[in-house]
């Protein structure tokens, strides 16, 4: 552990970074300047909860926010092993996150928009809010269908995946 701490100490002075290192597990969280995490690409590596995203500075700068200020402001940036950017959040949603960076709109499946709302507030994307606030439920279309006769009743069932049904219409017309 000395080595690794005196290691350390030497990769700070001679980077100019800052290093952490977790007593626990013996790993390392290096912080410092962001111009250090953007390729000569212009691509940027993020490493949201384990999962690893790729995209651009300009789509993470798009919008007022977290990305934005953390980009473009000194506040340290904490990068795992590999020099990704390391962003503390569950990566679930992370996709959905980065397609309306990119392109302003996407569509929030309601049954996650809570979800979807929570990493938006955290990420500081009041757009992405107020389209969660607006997702509205998905309406189930049923199409009515009146049969006619007992035939058109009869071959229905007979067609139908559910057993029950089939029983039910024999009780019926007994």
Do not use: W
């Amino acid at each position: 552990m000395d080595e690794l701490v005196s290691l350390a100490k030497k990769l700070e002075n001679s980077c100019n970074l800052e290093i952490r290192i977790n007593q626990k597990d013996k790993t390392t969280i290096e912080t410092g300047n962001v111009s250090s995490t953007t390729s000569s690409t212009g691509l940027i590596k993020l490493n949201v909860g384990g999962t690893i995203f790729q995209t651009t500075k300009s789509t993470l700068t798009r919008f007022d926010g977290f990305f934005r200020t953390l980009l473009e402001t000194d506040i340290p940036v904490a990068k795992d092993f590999s020099g990704c950017i390391f962003v503390d959040r569950d990566p679930k949603h992370f996709r959905l996150i980065l397609n309306f960076m990119r392109d302003g709109d996407v569509d929030i499946p309601y049954s996650d928009h809570q979800e979807i709302r929570k990493e938006a507030q955290f990420y500081l994307l009041d757009d992405l809010m107020k389209l969660c606030d607006d997702a509205k439920p998905v309406e189930k279309q049923v199409k009515n269908i009146f049969l006619k006769s007992f035939e058109e009743v009869a071959n229905a069932v007979n067609n139908s995946t559910k057993k029950a049904s089939k029983t039910k219409i024999l009780e019926i017309t007994q």
